[in-house]
């Protein structure tokens, strides 16, 4: 349990909330293109629900993870139907900033999605990660059958055992109900954008320390 991704995260003034239409602006370096799958070969596989903070961060960590097919930016967690980014994250919402992962069980198990999920991210933070603050950044894990409720449970029991955190873990562990889809700016965010601001001082930082802590997990192309 000691390779875990327990460094805090740096807390600087920058944030994921939306400060200006900046943020929506593609990078000048031109970016290797991913491979796209349609809705009909994503279908051939298996879906997982995460948030742990801003998404531009969780989306990347999740994309390099091997079994991964596709990771979408999203919301969840609140009632509120087809909230916006602008809602969540000003805290207009009960919804959190999360991740949909499209993966294939035969190459990663959901429990290795778990491990991932727990090792990237601080679970003793609440509604809190790096510099965004709110419950719009909260830690939760989501379960879509009892098998995974119990892998999500049985994984937090092994850390508290172990104890690998010097405090509390905070994370949600909630029965999935309903994913929206963020807007398009926000999909491969920290992919097109990489001379954002928040990407080179949170989102890469943060991403690069989970592939040292995470090697054997990586795509040989993770870049």
Same mark, same amino acid.
């Given at each position: 349990?000691k390779?875990?991704?327990?460094?805090?995260?740096?807390?600087?003034?920058?944030?994921?909330?939306?400060?200006? @239409?900046?943020?929506?602006?593609?990078?000048?370096?031109?970016?290797? %293109?991913?491979?796209?799958?349609?809705? $009909?070969?994503?279908?051939?596989?298996?879906?997982?629900y995460?948030?742990?903070g801003c998404?531009?961060?969780?989306e990347?960590?999740?994309?390099?993870? @091997? =079994?991964? $097919?596709?990771?979408?930016? =999203?919301?969840?967690? =609140?009632?509120? @139907?087809?909230?916006? +980014?602008?809602?969540?994250?000003? =805290?207009?919402?009960?919804?959190? %900033?999360?991740?949909?992962?499209?993966?294939?069980?035969e190459?990663?198990?959901?429990?290795?999605?778990?491990? *991932?999920?727990?090792g990237?991210?601080?679970?003793?933070?609440?509604?809190?990660q790096?510099?965004?603050?709110?419950?719009?950044?909260?830690?939760?894990?989501?379960?879509e059958?009892?098998?995974?409720?119990?892998? &999500?449970?049985? +994984?937090?029991?092994?850390? &508290?055992?172990e104890? *690998?955190?010097?405090?509390?873990?905070?994370? !949600?562990?909630?029965?999935?109900?309903?994913? +929206?889809?963020?807007?398009? +700016?926000?999909?491969?965010? !920290?992919?097109?954008?990489?001379?954002?601001?928040?990407? @080179?001082?949170?989102?890469?930082?943060?991403?690069?320390?989970?592939? %040292?802590?995470f $090697?054997?997990?990586? $795509?040989?192309?993770?870049?």
């Amino acid at each position: 349990m000691k390779n875990l991704f327990l460094i805090p995260l740096l807390l600087i003034s920058f944030s994921c909330q939306p400060k200006s @239409k900046a943020n929506k602006e593609i990078a000048i370096e031109p970016i290797v %293109e991913k491979i796209i799958l349609s809705q $009909k070969e994503l279908q051939e596989y298996e879906t997982a629900y995460f948030a742990s903070g801003c998404f531009w961060c969780v989306e990347a960590i999740f994309e390099s993870v @091997k =079994g991964v $097919k596709e990771v979408i930016s =999203g919301y969840s967690g =609140g009632p509120e @139907k087809n909230p916006t +980014y602008e809602q969540v994250a000003y =805290g207009r919402t009960r919804h959190a %900033e999360a991740v949909k992962v499209y993966y294939d069980p035969e190459v990663i198990s959901f429990q290795r999605l778990v491990q *991932v999920f727990f090792g990237s991210h601080d679970p003793t933070s609440l509604n809190r990660q790096g510099p965004d603050r709110g419950a719009q950044y909260r830690s939760i894990a989501f379960y879509e059958t009892k098998e995974e409720k119990k892998i &999500i449970d049985d +994984y937090i029991t092994l850390l &508290i055992s172990e104890s *690998v955190y010097d405090r509390p873990i905070v994370t !949600e562990v909630e029965k999935f109900d309903v994913f +929206y889809e963020a807007e398009d +700016y926000h999909q491969d965010y !920290e992919r097109k954008n990489p001379n954002n601001s928040y990407i @080179k001082a949170v989102s890469i930082p943060r991403y690069n320390r989970f592939k %040292e802590n995470f $090697k054997d997990y990586l $795509k040989e192309d993770a870049h």
